[in-house]
């Protein structure tokens, strides 16, 4: 059974489990009965926000429960404790990079444990992290399934279409569209631009293609202030909401994709055929706000097809 520890100035209260504290928390006290995976667990996300926090606290909750599941305090956990986590992880049949990810997460907890004295050292120092390859799995969009789902928006409402246009031609993540808002549209140089909040609570300006400034010009109608899109009730729209309208176009213009469309597949389609269309690694890097050029390199298929392997080019030189 789980109880609840409220932790300080987060959105929403951290499930803990009973057997490590489950007390409610307060880091502003003086008290020195604070428990210290609360502590360690407040401290530590409250550095983040937004979709990034949402994913850490899942990784944590997901590392809690196994740790309570074997009788182990988390902040007690050893090298070989990790080591157990991550095959069982591999057993269930998780992805690489998922696990990857995880252990991330519980990297930077446990060197927050350990900067704040409460460890000697990080029990994930020296853990084998899975390789994850440069070639994601998934393959994305075509261009010409792109420009059907275009197509079924642009049929089904001036809303659907400038989120298909916002998530395929500008490759912005699903958190980056939901979060953006009327008022952080504008004008920049000549360009229509939107000013987003990338991962880590960054703010970045996006210029918008005319066909994607247009559809929201008339989506809006005028309206400047509020979510940039919103629901019938007039809530901004949410990505369980954005998931929803993609798979209901899918069933149209996709419709074998239909049932496994996600909105990363747009982002993905915008990567990969950004390249094809000669863009420069870098500038879709940068476009896609992506730190390290290997994560976008990952999404280059085209690097692959058959049809530009060296091979020809060194048999035409040769004659």
Known sequence: ?????????????????????????????????????????????????????????????????????????????????????????????????????????????????????????SPTTRVRRPKVGENTVSTGLSRE????????????????????LLLGLNGLRVSEVCG??????????????????????????????????AALEGYLAGRTTGPLLITRTGAGMDRHAVWRLLRRLARTAVPDKAASLHPHDLRHAFVTLALDAGASLRDVQDAAGHADPRTTRRYDRARHHLDRHPTYALAGLLG
């Open 145 to 164: 399934e792109l420009s059907a789902l275009v197509a079924a928006a642009e049929a089904d409402s001036l809303r659907a279409l400038a989120a298909v």
């Open 180 to 213: 953006a808002r009327a008022e952080d549209l504008g004008s920049e140089r000549g360009h229509q631009v939107l000013t987003i909040t990338r991962k880590g609570g960054m703010r970045a300006r996006v210029p918008l293609a005319p066909r994607t400034a």
């Open 1 to 121: 059974m789980n109880a609840v520890s409220q932790v300080p100035q987060l959105p929403r209260p951290f499930l803990l489990p009973a057997s490590h504290g489950g007390v409610v928390v307060d880091v502003s006290s003086d008290s020195a009965a604070v428990d210290p995976l609360a502590q360690v667990l407040a401290g530590f996300l409250l550095a983040y926000n937004g979709a990034t926090r949402t994913a850490y606290t899942s990784d944590l909750r997901a590392w809690i429960t196994w740790c309570t599941t074997h009788h182990l305090p988390p902040l007690a956990a050893t090298r070989a404790d990790l080591d157990t986590y991550v095959q069982q992880l591999r057993e269930s049949g998780a992805a690489p990079a998922s696990i990857a990810r995880r252990l991330a997460t519980l990297s930077g907890l446990y060197t927050y444990a350990v900067d704040e004295g409460l460890l000697p050292r």
